[in-house]
């Protein structure tokens, strides 16, 4: 069972590029990465997703190592909307139908400063 | 397009009564993810349903917890002689088989 760990808290100022940290030493070779966004009040958002080296869509981009025991979410110049809980989340995309349990980490508060 | 449902929003209930959770997942998605998230603190997985498959129990913290799926549509979530401990929020989630997970905003539950 792939355990997460991540920074509770970090802050920046707006404009500012976020780098947000998750190591996973015991991801297993099936195991996707994941993250989310919440807000207060709601569930968790999707973010982005991947599997190793690095993917990028309209929001953020995924640094996986070739080792795969951490990943790095960056988020580029970020707003104020941007204040929210971000996590990581490592399991099976389940495609083979075998259900897996699934681990979030623990959460990183990320407060974007004026 | 409709995202998954929760209902109710709130849920107030004295301890050792019992409470039904409902989740309406997105039509078409063949997975549904219960978790739990109490105050401050990070998700929790309780129990996994995939089609017509076994579901995943594994996360169900105690005998007083179970769920149910009537085929790829509703779920309802139990909780029998509810202790104070079970207060938090219980979140469902549904997706299409190996895709990201879609959230509804959750049931915030409050055991007096």
């Known amino acids: 069972l792939a355990k997460t760990t991540q920074p509770i808290s970090m802050d920046s100022y707006e404009g500012q590029e976020v780098n947000i940290t998750c190591s996973h030493n015991n991801i297993a070779t099936n195991d996707y990465i994941t993250w989310y966004q919440q807000f207060p009040s709601q569930g968790p958002r999707f973010i982005i997703q991947?599997?190793?080296t690095k993917v990028t869509n309209e929001v953020a981009s995924l640094f996986i190592p070739a080792d795969r025991k951490s990943s790095t979410l960056s988020l580029p110049r970020v707003s104020l909307s941007d204040t929210a809980v971000y996590y990581c989340l490592v399991g099976d995309r389940v495609s083979s139908g075998s259900a897996r349990q699934l681990t979030f980490g623990s959460g990183t508060q990320l407060t974007v400063l004026p | 397009g409709a995202g998954v449902s929760q209902s109710p929003s709130n849920k107030v209930t004295e301890k050792g009564k019992d409470v039904e959770l409902r989740c309406d997942p997105i039509?078409?998605?063949?997975?549904l993810y219960w978790y739990r998230q109490r105050l401050g603190q990070g998700l929790e997985f309780l129990i996994y349903f995939q089609g017509n498959s076994a579901p995943d129990k594994s996360g169900l913290p105690s005998d007083r917890f179970s769920a149910e799926r009537t085929g790829e549509s509703v779920s309802t979530l139990t909780i029998q002689r509810t202790q104070q401990e079970d207060s938090a929020v219980y979140l469902c989630a549904s997706s299409i088989q190996g895709q990201p997970q879609h959230f509804g905003d959750g049931t915030r539950l409050s055991i007096l």
């Open positions: 991947g599997y190793k």
């Open positions: 039509s078409g998605h063949t997975a």
